[in-house]
Every structure is written in C-alpha cells, then in structure tokens.
C-alpha cells in the first residue's frame, strides 16, 4: 500500500516542476513558516469532549456530531478544500484503503472543510467519495477546536497569480483554514486520537488510523 507521505511526495515534485519559482517560494515559505510554528497551544487533545456540531453535508442535509457517532466511533478528517492536491491524495487514499476497513470497527469516517455544500459536493463527486463531506461554515468548528490558521498574503497572492482564489468557494469570504488534522471520537464525543498538522503538507497515515481504532 503506497502511503499518503509518499504520494504527496510526489505530488510536491510534479509541482515543483510546473509553478514559476516565485510561486513555489511563496508555497517553501509558508509552509516553513507553519512548520516551526508547530502545533498550536489549546488544539484538540486526546481526553477532550469533543463538542456538538450541526453541519450540512454536500447535499444540504444537516448531520450531526450526536447521529454519526450513534452507531460507534467516528474518523473525523479536517481539510483545506477541493483545490488542495495534498488533501485530495488524502481523501482518496481514506476512500481506497480506510472506508472498507471501518467496518471492523462499527467505524465511520466523514471529512470537514470550510467550503460551501456546493464546493464539497464538487469535490465528492470528482474524488468518487462514498462517505460523508461536511462543510464548517467560517471554520467555526475548526477554530473551536484551536486547529485553524491563517495563509499569508504572500501565499494567498500567489495562489491568485494561478488563478486560485480559495474565498471562491466559501460563503464567508474568508480565507482562515483547518489544518489537516485527523480525530477519532468514541460514542461518547471523548477524542481518542488526534493527530494535528501544522505543515499543511502533513496528513495522517491509514494504518495510524487503524492502530487508533483498534486500540478502542
């Protein structure tokens, strides 16, 4: 099974290859800059509650913490966007490898990004997702849980010069973002797992995943 740090592996060389340097050094910078930052104080912990949330998935259906979590534990996945290649890799990795073993484990798996129904709905049907994509308005649940950060102008200026806007497909206009992060919750809201990444380049390994539920 290729791993999701060897696929963005491969995915930060084809992009080295294709972005003019000063893109690519917009992108080095920020994610330098994130790096030694590090985790920041007071994000979600192993031991914490998680807290209710109500969010509409693609559809526009409201779904939540307390009815996903009714039949067992659940893999909550924290992304940027659809125009993320790093979180697409990671997405689709979870569809092919984790989601047919949640099962074992009465599991469930659903991602959350800031992106509108619509956006998300977009990136469910490229990816050809079958679990549930959730979108977090303002990333209020994601500040709550201390995991957000905010891109510099220098990255966000440099994503516009591909013609990216990431405000494009939000409804809040803003551009504060999760950082990948990766949580399981038991069906009592406890946080059992939390792996948070600060290089947004970061993403938590499938069989991490497992070793987690497994240790229910």
Not at 73 to 80: E, G, H, M, T
Not at 120 to 147: C, H, M, N, R, Y
């Amino acid at each position: 099974m290729t791993t999701i740090a060897e696929q963005v592996k491969d995915v930060r060389a084809d992009l080295a290859t294709r972005l003019p340097a000063e893109v690519a050094a917009a992108f080095a910078s920020d994610q330098a800059a994130l790096a030694e930052r590090g985790r920041p104080d007071g994000a979600v912990s192993v031991g914490d509650q998680l807290p209710p949330f109500a969010l509409a998935d693609a559809t526009g259906r409201v779904r939540t913490l307390d009815e996903l979590s009714a039949d067992g534990p659940l893999v909550i996945v924290f992304y940027r966007g659809g125009w993320c290649p790093y979180c697409n890799v990671t997405l689709r990795t979870y569809q092919r490898d984790l989601l047919p073993r949640l099962g074992e484990y009465s599991a469930r798996l659903v991602a959350i990004s800031p992106e509108t129904p619509d956006a998300s709905l977009t990136t469910q049907e490229k990816a050809d997702l079958s679990f549930t994509v959730l979108s977090d308005p303002g990333a209020e649940l994601a500040s709550a849980l201390g995991i957000t950060f905010a891109p510099s102008e220098e990255g966000l200026a440099a994503q516009r010069t591909l013609g990216l806007d990431i405000r494009a497909t939000r409804a809040d206009g803003a551009t504060v973002l999760p950082m990948p992060t990766v949580l399981v919750v038991d069906p009592d809201h406890t946080v059992r797992f939390a792996d948070v990444h600060a290089d947004y380049t970061g993403r938590t390994e499938v069989e991490d995943i497992l070793a987690a539920l497994r240790a229910l």
